[in-house]
């Protein structure tokens, strides 16, 4: 879902014979590059975007996640795990189809060896290595290539976030502000914007896209549908 909206994708058919997507190398990249290889089309009706008018913030303990009106789409965020490689680490970005690409899209899902270890002694998690997750040790990273970015866990964790609200089935006009986030919290906030009306409105992309940039047709903000 994150590969979508990375590439301004919003109307596509997707049928998986599996139980579950594969995780290829556990991050949007070679979704990213297969979408770039099939092509992508645009159409002629215009896009929509959601426009958030007013802050709108859930919680779940320290975990805390707001999404507050911006003239663009906005990402801040902050994980603080109790790890050495992990505690509190932060990465802020202005959504773009190239930064998505290179700062974002790459960046890789992560465990910890022993909740691996334990998962595998019953049955799950079967498929889990290093080739498709960063695990991480008492202090290390085990990958023997070691990590993409300085910062490729809050990374990741960003990717997560363009996915989930990819969820609302538009492009957001907003700044996303995420403390120790997590799906379940993605969630909630999505569900909880849609019950708010007064915390947002529909409006034409033509609105915000600069129509005259080369790499229009490939950005969220795109004036034109997308589709592969």
């Not at 879902?1 to 070679?30: C, H, K, T, W, Y």
């Not at 159409?43 to 320290?62: A, Q, R």
């Not at 691996?116 to 040790?137: E, F, P």
């Amino acid at each position: 879902m994150a590969a979508f909206f990375g590439l301004g994708i919003n109307n596509a058919m997707v049928e998986v014979d599996s139980p579950e997507v594969p995780i290829m190398d556990g991050s949007a990249d070679p979704f990213v590059n297969l979408l770039k290889q099939a092509g992508i089309r645009v159409l002629d009706e215009i896009n929509k975007v959601v426009v958030v008018t007013e802050p709108i913030c859930v919680t779940d303990g320290d975990k805390v996640i707001r999404l507050e009106p911006s003239d663009g789409f906005k990402i801040s965020c902050t994980i603080d795990f109790e790890h050495p490689l992990l505690s509190n680490q932060s990465f802020c970005m202005d959504f773009s189809d190239e930064a998505f690409m290179n700062e974002i899209g790459p960046a890789r899902t992560f465990g910890f060896l022993k909740d691996v270890t334990m998962l595998q002694a019953n049955g799950l998690a079967k498929g889990a290595s290093l080739d498709n997750a960063i695990a991480i040790d008492d202090d290390c990273v085990l990958n023997p290539d070691g990590l993409r970015y300085e910062n490729e866990f809050v990374r990741h964790k960003i990717l997560d976030c363009i996915g989930d609200l990819s969820l609302l089935g538009y492009p957001v006009i907003g700044h996303f502000i995420a403390h120790k986030s997590g799906h379940a919290l993605h969630h909630r906030l999505v569900t909880q914007l849609m019950a708010q009306p007064s915390a947002w409105r529909l409006a034409e992309a033509t609105e915000f896209a600069d129509i005259s940039s080369p790499d229009w047709n490939f950005s969220p903000l795109s004036a034109l549908h997308a589709a592969a």
